[in-house]
């Protein structure tokens, strides 16, 4: 998703000359909602001799902008560029979204053929030239692998290939199917259409159906006041935010199961559906789950929690096991166990 801004004849006219070498530096901010030149710098020495002297003092750390940087290799269609998304961890939530939502519309202006590189930072060291240089490197090695790529991994590496005959047993759980009403088939289309935003479903145990409870529209500070204190739910949400200069939209699913409080019958009821419903979303209306969270009380559903389930921070070391020490204190004698024949002595 991107927001098509205005973009000022003045900006335009000068993108065109720019393509083709005049400009070593291009500012881009958005006023009164367009897009218009905020500043440029002509080419003086090398482009990594003009990189930090002319960059760096164009960084505002309280709001954000575009920098469209020129570097001396060519392409079939000319020049390339780096294009740098700033976003200062300071700057107003509401900015970071706007240029979040109109990146797309400046590299279409610009031309994406020229961009060589896209590099987003909040930081200095984020885009001075040691933090693009690193980030080139880092684009040149393999890809990091997420948590659960790296657990695969594991798996595939230490599975054992097991001889499968007429005498092999396989354990398997065949989920509930309880179909959907028709109230709660709509809401479902209605969300993947981005129409609406949340939709909150129920298990009516005594008809084996799947009932829309409702589809009220919700801010995630309203979820905590959705998930019920003394009964499960399905809870779908359209979860909207900026990641690393994009903006997002995705879907949430939320398994609320308030411990004990419910019969064991619900409980078992809403663990078997659970699969087999999410197989018929993603299947038949075309939601992607970003995320499948199961909690027991809805004050956990904070911004922050969202985030980093949706985005889990990569760690690059795991500490090392920690072997307990032993008691403490003498821990007697040692004894030394001969071989056969020979006699058993105490130290």
Not at 119 to 137: K, M, N, R
Not at 233 to 258: A, N, T, W
Request: glycine share 6%; charged share 30%.
């Amino acid at each position: 998703m991107f927001l098509a801004l205005v973009v000022t004849p003045e900006l335009r006219q000068f993108l065109a000359r720019a393509r083709g070498g005049a400009a070593r530096l291009i500012k881009v901010c958005i006023r009164d909602e367009q897009l218009v030149l905020g500043a440029y710098r002509e080419p003086q020495q090398h482009w990594d001799q003009d990189y930090d002297h002319f960059l760096l003092p164009l960084l505002d750390d309280q709001e954000p902008c575009y920098i469209l940087y020129r570097l001396d290799s060519q392409n079939a269609l000319g020049y390339e560029w780096i294009f740098i998304s700033w976003s200062p961890d300071h700057s107003p939530v509401k900015q970071k979204m706007l240029y979040a939502a109109t990146r797309a519309t400046v590299k279409k202006e610009f031309g994406g053929g020229h961009v060589k590189y896209e590099i987003f930072g909040t930081a200095e060291e984020d885009v001075c030239l040691q933090g693009y240089q690193h980030y080139v490197s880092s684009c040149s090695g393999p890809a990091p692998l997420t948590l659960a790529e790296q657990e695969l991994q594991r798996i595939k590496i230490t599975e054992v290939k097991t001889e499968i005959s007429v005498e092999s047993k396989h354990q398997t759980l065949q989920g509930l199917a309880f179909p959907l009403q028709e109230s709660a088939k709509r809401s479902l289309h209605l969300l993947a259409q981005k129409r609406i935003n949340y939709v909150q479903l129920r298990l009516d145990v005594e008809k084996e159906t799947i009932e829309l409870v409702h589809s009220n529209p919700t801010e995630t500070r309203d979820l905590p006041r959705r998930v019920p204190k003394d009964t499960p739910r399905y809870h779908f949400f359209l979860y909207k935010h900026s990641h690393e200069g994009d903006y997002l939209e995705s879907v949430v699913f939320i398994y609320s199961m308030p411990g004990y409080s419910c019969s064991i019958k619900e409980r078992m009821l809403y663990s078997s559906c659970k699969s087999r419903l999410l197989e018929e979303v993603e299947r038949d209306y075309h939601l992607e789950i970003a995320k499948k969270l199961e909690i027991d009380d809805g004050d956990e559903l904070t911004e922050e929690f969202l985030y980093d389930e949706v985005h889990p921070k990569q760690y690059a070391h795991k500490q090392a096991f920690a072997k307990p020490r032993g008691p403490a204190g003498k821990r007697g004698h040692k004894r030394l166990i001969k071989g056969a024949g020979e006699a058993i002595q105490d130290s």
